[in-house]
C-alpha cells in the first residue's frame, strides 16, 4: 500500500510536470552561464581571415598535384595533373557538409553531361576537410552521380602542403578552369549558374556544334481536372549531340494560347511545364489542346515541332462543392429593402443551384447567376427581397449545389437583416466558426487537465476500496 | 513486486523514443547578439555530460546573398560541460551568416544541429538548401526584415510537448490504472 502511495505521487508529479511544459511554450532560454573566454588565448582558434577572396589569378598556370583515386582504398591509384594534359579541366574544391557545394551537383552534372563526350573536357571534386569521414564523402558522391574523378586533399598533394593551402579562397565551393595549356581561364568562389561555365568550356573546345536538336517525346500527367489538380503537367524529352538548353512550349485550344518555357528536371533529365486551364471553358468547349515546342540547345540551334494533341477528356471528380459565405450588404428599393450576398463556391462544375427559405415568412428571394467565374473558383451572388414592415431579425436559407459529377451540398447560412455586414444578431451564422474552436479548445484542455484529474479520481477510488 | 513492475512500465511510457542523443544538449547560443562585420562572436553549445562525445565541429556559412561556406571549419574546445569557439565574422551589414555544427560521439556516431526537428533554443533557423539548417547569427540592425521569407523560419522550442504525445502518454496510462483497480475488486 505505501510503494502504491508513493508510485501514484511519483506518477502525479510527471504528469503535471509534463502537462507544465506542454503549456508554457516558452523557449528553453537558460540564463548564460557561460565560461568567460580570453579572446588572447591562443588555445582557442580564430578563423583564419588571411586566405579570403585569395584566388589564384586567371593566367596563372596550374601547378601540379598528386592526388590518389577516392575509391582505390589501399591501391589507390596516385595520379597528378599529366592525367589532364590537353584536356580542359573543371577542378572543384568542396566538402560533404557544404550546403551551396551541394547546390550545385546537379548542374555540374548537367555539366559534365554536355561536354565529357567531347573528350576535351574532364572533371574532378576534391575534398578539402581533411578532418570529413570518408563516409561522408562517399554518400556525397553517391548521391550526385558524380561520374568524375574524385580525391580528398591531404597535406603532401602539393609540395609539403595541401592542396587548398595553395588553392584555397577561405570559401567553398571554389571552382578552375584550366585551358588545354593548364593555363586558369576562371577561378570562382561560389556557382552562379551552368550557362556562364557552358559559356566559358564552349570557347575552349575545338568542336562548334551546327546540328539541331531533335524532339523524342511528349508525355502529359493528369487524371482529372479538378479544384485539386487544375492544370495538365506536360514533359517533353528532347535531344542534342551538345544538350537542350531550353524548349518553349505552346499550348493552344479554343482560341486561347499559353506560351511558357519549360524548367529543366534534373532528375528526370526532360523539361516539363504546367499549363493551367480554366476548367469550365475547357469542359463546355470539350477542347483538344494542341502543343508547338520550340527547342533550343547550347549553341543556339533551334528546331520547333508541331502536332502534338491531347483529347482533353474532362472527368468529373468526386470532391464536393466548397460554398463560402462571403458578404452581404442591403440595397435599398422603391418599396422593399434588398439584400445582395454574395457566396463563394469551390468547384469543377456547378450544374444546379436552390435556394431555398428556411423563416417561410413570405419573404422573396431571386438569385443571379454565378456574376464571375476563375479557374475552379467562382462567386455566386443572388438577392434577397423583403417588404419593409418585417420584424424577422435574422434570415436563414439554405443552398444547394449539385457539380456535374452530381455532388451535392447543402448549406444554411443566416444573413442578419438589422445590419447585414454583421452578424452578431444571427447567432446560427457563427455556429460553424465557433464549433471548430470549442472543438480545439477543449482537445487541448483534456490534454492538459483531464489526465492528473482522472488520476486523482481513480487513486482516490481505490483508496477508498482499500479503506472499506 | 507488482507495483515495482508497473511503476517501470508507467516509467517507460514517458521515455520519448525520438530523443536520443539530443538530450545531451541543454543551450545553443552565440555572444554578442549585436554581431557586425569583424567582430569575434563565441558560439557556446552547453551539454548535461560531454564525457561521450569525441569532438565537436561547426559550419560557418554565408546564408544570404551568395550562399557560401567558409573553410576551415571550426573546432570547439571542450570547456566544463560546454564546447566553445570563437571566431570573426567575414559579413557585412547587408548579409546573413549563420552556422550549424556536427557532435561526434565515441561510438563514431555522430549528429548534427539543428534539424527540422531539434530544438531551436530560441534561435532563429534558415534552410538555404533543403535538408540543411543554419542558426542564424543575427545582426540586430538588419533584423529579418532583410532576409529572403523562405530563407526564414520562426524559432520554435521543440521542447514543448504535442497533444498527441499528450495522448500517446495518458491513454496507456489510464487504462494500466483502470485494469489496476479492476484486479483490486
Redesign the interface.
Known amino acids: 500500500m505505501k510503494?502504491?502511495k508513493i508510485?501514484s505521487f511519483?506518477?502525479l508529479f510527471?504528469?503535471t510536470t509534463?502537462?507544465t511544459?506542454?503549456q508554457?511554450?516558452?523557449?528553453?532560454?537558460?540564463t548564460?552561464?557561460?565560461?568567460q573566454?580570453d579572446?588572447n588565448n591562443s588555445?582557442?582558434?580564430?578563423?583564419?581571415?588571411d586566405k579570403?577572396d585569395e584566388l589564384v589569378p586567371i593566367g596563372d598556370e596550374m601547378r601540379d598535384f598528386k592526388l590518389y583515386d577516392f575509391y582505390g582504398g589501399q591501391n589507390a591509384t596516385e595520379f597528378n595533373l599529366s592525367r589532364y594534359d590537353d584536356k580542359i579541366l573543371i577542378f572543384d574544391l568542396m566538402?560533404s557538409?557544404?550546403?551551396?557545394?551541394?547546390?550545385a551537383m546537379p548542374e555540374m552534372v548537367r555539366l559534365y553531361e554536355l561536354f565529357h563526350h567531347t573528350n576535351e573536357v574532364e572533371f574532378i571534386s576534391i575534398g578539402?576537410?581533411l578532418?570529413e569521414p570518408d563516409a561522408d564523402l562517399d554518400n556525397f558522391h553517391e548521391a550526385h552521380d558524380m561520374d568524375w574523378d574524385f580525391a580528398r586533399d591531404y597535406v603532401g598533394a602539393m609540395d609539403d602542403t595541401t592542396l587548398?593551402s595553395n588553392y584555397?579562397s577561405?570559401?567553398?565551393?571554389t571552382y578552375y578552369i584550366t585551358d588545354k595549356n593548364n593555363i586558369i581561364t576562371r577561378s570562382e568562389?561560389?556557382w552562379y549558374g551552368i550557362e556562364s561555365y557552358v559559356d566559358e568550356i564552349k570557347s575552349l573546345i575545338s568542336i562548334i556544334d551546327e546540328e539541331s536538336p531533335t524532339f523524342v517525346s511528349m508525355t502529359s500527367d493528369y487524371d482529372y481536372f479538378s479544384i485539386n489538380s487544375p492544370s495538365l503537367l506536360i514533359e517533353v524529352d528532347a535531344q542534342d549531340n551538345f544538350g537542350v538548353k531550353s524548349v518553349i512550349g505552346t499550348a493552344k485550344y479554343n482560341d486561347i494560347t499559353i506560351e511558357q518555357e519549360m524548367t529543366y528536371n534534373y532528375e528526370t533529365k526532360k523539361f516539363e511545364a504546367k499549363y493551367k486551364y480554366d476548367l469550365i471553358d475547357l469542359y463546355a468547349a470539350n477542347a483538344d489542346v494542341t502543343f508547338t515546342f520550340s527547342i533550343i540547345d547550347w549553341y543556339g540551334n533551334t528546331y520547333t515541332h508541331t502536332g502534338e494533341t491531347i483529347d482533353v477528356k474532362f472527368t468529373p471528380d468526386n470532391d464536393l462543392p466548397e460554398i463560402t459565405f462571403l458578404s452581404a450588404k442591403e440595397i435599398e428599393n422603391q418599396n422593399s429593402l434588398s439584400i445582395d450576398v454574395l457566396l463563394s463556391v469551390r468547384d469543377t462544375f456547378i450544374q444546379h443551384v436552390s435556394i431555398t427559405e428556411i423563416n417561410e415568412t413570405g419573404l422573396n428571394s431571386t438569385y443571379l447567376p454565378q456574376s464571375s467565374l476563375s479557374g475552379a473558383l467562382f462567386k455566386f451572388e443572388f438577392q434577397l427581397n423583403y417588404s419593409l414592415d418585417t420584424n424577422l431579425a435574422c434570415f436563414t436559407f439554405l443552398i444547394n449545389l449539385e457539380d456535374i459529377a452530381g455532388n451535392t451540398v447543402n448549406q444554411m447560412f443566416e444573413v442578419d437583416l438589422i445590419d447585414p455586414t454583421r452578424s452578431s444578431n444571427c447567432e446560427q451564422a457563427n455556429t460553424t466558426s465557433s464549433e471548430i474552436s470549442t472543438t480545439q479548445t477543449d482537445?487541448?484542455i483534456f490534454?492538459?487537465y483531464?489526465?492528473p484529474i482522472?488520476?486523482i479520481f481513480?487513486?482516490g477510488?481505490?483508496k477508498n476500496?482499500?479503506i472499506k | 513486486m507488482r507495483n515495482t513492475l508497473f511503476f517501470l512500465i508507467l516509467i517507460s511510457l514517458f521515455v520519448n523514443p525520438t530523443s536520443g542523443a539530443s538530450s545531451y544538449i541543454t543551450n545553443v547560443e552565440y555572444n554578442p547578439k549585436n554581431i557586425e562585420q569583424g567582430s569575434n562572436v563565441t558560439i557556446t553549445i552547453s551539454f548535461e555530460n560531454i564525457s561521450e562525445i569525441k569532438n565537436v565541429r561547426s559550419f560557418y556559412c554565408r546564408i544570404q546573398p551568395d550562399y557560401l561556406c567558409h573553410f576551415p571549419i571550426l573546432q570547439l574546445e571542450p570547456l566544463q560541460n560546454q564546447y566553445i569557439t570563437t571566431f570573426q565574422i567575414k559579413e557585412n551589414s547587408s548579409q546573413i551568416a549563420g552556422f550549424n555544427f556536427e557532435i561526434m560521439f565515441n561510438n563514431n556516431t555522430s549528429i548534427k544541429y539543428p534539424s527540422e526537428h531539434s530544438d531551436n533554443f530560441g534561435l532563429s533557423i534558415a534552410e538555404p538548401a533543403e535538408g540543411i539548417y543554419y542558426y542564424i547569427l543575427t545582426n540586430e540592425n538588419i533584423s529579418s526584415q532583410n532576409m529572403t521569407s523562405s530563407l526564414y523560419s520562426k524559432s520554435t522550442n521543440t521542447n514543448e510537448l504535442s497533444q498527441s504525445e499528450l495522448y500517446f502518454i495518458s491513454i496507456p496510462l489510464l487504462m494500466i490504472i483502470t485494469i489496476k483497480n479492476k484486479e483490486y475488486r
Not at chain 1, 24 to 30: A, I
Not at chain 1, 32 to 35: G, L
Not at chain 1, 43 to 49: C, K, M, R
Not at chain 1, 97 to 103: L, N, T, V
Open positions: 510503494k502504491l508510485t511519483i506518477l510527471l504528469i509534463l502537462s511544459i506542454s508554457s511554450h516558452v523557449g528553453n532560454t537558460p548564460n552561464t557561460s565560461p573566454l579572446l588555445n582557442y582558434p580564430l578563423f583564419d581571415s579570403i566538402a557538409w557544404c550546403g551551396p557545394c551541394r547546390d578539402i576537410d578532418t587548398w584555397g577561405g570559401y567553398i565551393p568562389i561560389g482537445s487541448a490534454s492538459i483531464t489526465l482522472s488520476l481513480v487513486l477510488y481505490r476500496y482499500h
